[in-house]
């Protein structure tokens, strides 16, 4: 499981719940894969936090995105969830309204041609955006197609991009996966992960540029 913190967890908030991990007996938890990002986004003129899910199960694959209420961690979060598979080619692009206290806040997303990498990890490599509007200003934009999603949602660009302050990933099933973040401001950079199992004992390898460490 790879976790990068690009900043001091918020206080007063939780992440959404996990599966429990596979091999526990007492669970009857389906496994599944996941990628939970939470950003920080200027929604009128307060930052809120938005929750980014991406989860993958052997017969779901869906998003959903949580932002924060007016009153912070004492108001339940306005949530939407776009389900990948295994609905129908329309139900993947969409827009739905969210009310966040007396805000509107508008949610489009595309991702009807998608691409996903051949590792199992839910969230999308290209191909795709998901775009949160507020007051005519696109306060989050995940994907590479920027462009389409200016034009369909008709907002302009915030002067104040969204900040990622948490990365999770959970893993199910491979022996290694691989991911990207970006550390301090710098470059982005490819983490390699590898779960190495010899003599029943179980260890881990983590490839970051040109180095390999043992965990």
């Given amino acids: 499981m ?19 991990a ?11 894969c996941s990628v939970i990002i939470v950003y920080k986004a200027k929604i009128g ?8 899910v991406w989860n993958k199960t052997l017969i779901n694959h ?14 339940p979060p306005s949530t939407c969830r776009v389900d990948l598979k295994p609905w129908p080619f329309w ?20 991702l009807r041609h998608a691409k996903f990498s051949g590792g199992g990890c839910p969230e999308p490599t290209g191909s795709y955006y998901v775009a949160l509007v507020s007051g005519e200003e696109v306060v989050l934009l995940l994907g590479d197609l920027k462009k389409k ?3 369909r949602t008709k907002a ?5 991009d969204a900040k990622m302050v948490l990365k999770k990933e959970n893993v199910f099933g491979k022996r290694s996966f691989s ?16 779960i190495i199992r010899y003599q029943g004992l179980v260890g881990r390898m983590r490839k970051c540029g040109s180095e390999l460490m043992e965990l």
């Fill in 91 to 110: 139900s993947k692009k969409g827009f739905k309204s969210l009310d966040i206290g007396n805000q509107r806040v508008d949610l489009y997303w595309n």
């Fill in 62 to 75: 869906s998003l959903s995105i949580s932002v924060d209420g007016s009153g912070g961690s004492c108001d």
């Fill in 149 to 151: 999603a200016y034009k």
């Fill in 179 to 194: 991911t990207k973040a970006r550390f301090d401001g710098g470059k982005e950079s490819m983490i390699l992960w590898w």
């Fill in 156 to 160: 302009r660009p915030s002067l104040d």
């Fill in 2 to 20: 790879e976790e990068t913190n690009t900043n001091s967890p918020i206080p007063g908030n939780n992440l959404p719940e996990e599966s429990t």
């Fill in 45 to 52: 003129n307060n930052l809120r936090r938005v929750t980014v």
């Fill in 22 to 32: 596979a091999g526990n007996s007492g669970s009857k938890t389906t496994p599944q």
